[in-house]
């Protein structure tokens, strides 16, 4: 199952909560059309009040991701970090878990 790290539930909450009022509010972790240089899937992150009917959610430490069938088995052994830049920009990196 996907876990985030310390940074990235941070991030991710406070993303959350500044971009909605929602209580059940998430960030939704979804595939795009795109696909990437070696034709692997891209996905894409969005702030949402609700899942959709098809995602997982994952709740973490009261930090809730909403995952479509793509992300979720893209991610279902991995992990989410995240950092902001200087400029206040968001970015995201997988990794892999380690046993």
Do not use: C, Y
């Amino acid at each position: 199952m996907l876990t985030l790290t310390d940074n990235a539930s941070a991030i991710v909450t406070t993303l959350v909560s500044r971009q909605s009022e929602a209580p059940d509010a998430g960030l939704r972790i979804h595939s795009t059309e795109a696909q990437g240089p070696t034709g692997e899937s891209r996905l894409a992150v969005l702030v949402t009040t609700d899942p959709e009917p098809q995602d997982q959610v994952v709740e973490i430490s009261g930090t809730r991701l909403f995952l479509d069938e793509t992300a979720a088995v893209a991610l279902d052994d991995k992990i989410l970090d995240a950092g902001v830049d200087d400029e206040g920009a968001v970015s995201f990196a997988v990794l892999p878990q380690v046993a």
